[in-house]
């Protein structure tokens, strides 16, 4: 089984803003009655969850049966903001002996929008309660009231082969400053990258009263197209875009640039990943290098959103993991 095909008229389609009415931070639901006997059988349930205000995620339940229980969802995204979701997660429940008990669960991914599921899996009901709803690691605890510890090791020149090591770690690390508050993550790494390639010392609370005043930054988050605005206030150039590889950054760290990367932070700290959702790119950290030196690189990140986040060391495996969420959205950034 490796095709699933399902109609975009009934089970999503995209979210153009003049077609919802509505403020994006409140959830709208939209209610059809496809079959036309006078009952809703359709939901659709629209979302901002990266707080940039357009919607980003819809939610679709459909009876097909008339019951009043859901018989198959899907969860659609739009990754790059252009009002089309280009990824789908579909379920489908089935009652094989009538018993009005859901006994297996039909799972599908499209990963590239064009509403054709590639890959797909027949869950028994007990296999689909595992992967739907996984345990939840325990989140760290944290430091007195300073921040949680990641728990990841610094980088540590002595015990690498610096000859195999892309980047600036070891003076970048001093430019590593820890954010507190929740939020300003994206302009936290906008500063450290700048201050890395000059060695200019710069306020992090300045920028984050720039960012607001000028709508780059709402209080809660920067939205992926606003993660070099800080940039280029301060007068650096930079280049972004999706897409991003390892190679990418390599190259970008090589010419004497610095990068800033959008992640699902959750996938560094906690060790999450992916279920029944894809997860969100809702932090921003900066890679200050890569080291090959290992059975599997390394990539060297100073992170704001945790207390030891100076140049700690994430396999790439994982890495490239979090970054996947936000469909590897990268900024170069060059003084």
């Known amino acids: 089984m490796t095709s699933w095909n399902f109609d975009p008229d009934t089970f999503g389609h995209g979210m153009d803003a003049d077609e919802l009415a509505g403020t994006p931070a409140t959830p709208q639901m939209e209610e059809l009655d496809l079959n ?70 039909l799972y599908g991914q499209d990963a590239d929008g064009d509403m054709v599921m590639e890959t797909s899996h027949l869950y028994t009901a007990d296999e689909w309660a595992d992967f739907a709803v996984p345990e939840v690691p325990e989140t760290p605890a944290p430091d007195e009231g300073d921040g949680f510890s990641a728990g990841y090791e610094q980088f540590d020149a002595n015990d690498t082969n610096m000859d195999q090591v892309v980047g600036s770690p070891v003076s970048d690390e001093q ?20 201050e890395g390639m000059t060695g200019q010392d710069i306020d992090p609370q300045e920028m984050i009263n720039v960012a607001y005043e000028n709508g780059w930054y709402s209080g809660s988050g920067t939205t992926m197209d606003d993660m070099d605005k800080i940039l280029n206030y301060l007068g650096a150039d930079t280049e972004k875009g999706y ?13 004497g640039g610095r990068a800033v990367v959008a992640i699902d932070g959750n996938e560094v700290w906690y060790g999450n990943t992916d279920t029944y959702a894809p997860n969100d790119p809702n932090h ?11 059975e599997e690189p390394m990539v060297i990140i100073n992170d704001s959103g945790t207390v030891d986040g100076h140049a700690i060391m994430v396999p790439a495996s994982q890495f490239m993991d979090a970054w996947e969420d936000s469909n590897f959205y990268y900024v170069e950034a060059y003084a």
């Open 175 to 194: 430019y590593w400053e820890y954010q507190g508050e929740s939020g300003p993550c994206a302009i936290y790494a906008q500063v450290m990258a700048y």
């Open 243 to 255: 897409g991003g590889d390892l190679q990418d950054l390599e190259d970008c760290l090589s010419d």
């Open 36 to 105: 036309g006997d006078g009952v809703t059988d359709t939901v659709h349930v629209y979302q901002d969850t990266d707080g940039n205000g357009t919607y980003d995620t819809v939610t679709t339940a459909v009876d097909f049966d008339g019951d009043g229980q859901v018989d198959f969802t899907a969860v659609g995204v739009d990754t790059d903001g252009d009002g089309i979701v280009d990824y789908n997660e579909a379920a489908m429940g089935i009652d094989w002996n009538g018993d009005g008990q859901v006994d297996a669960v």
């Open 284 to 294: 921003a950290v900066e890679v200050i290098g890569i080291d090959y030196s290992g």
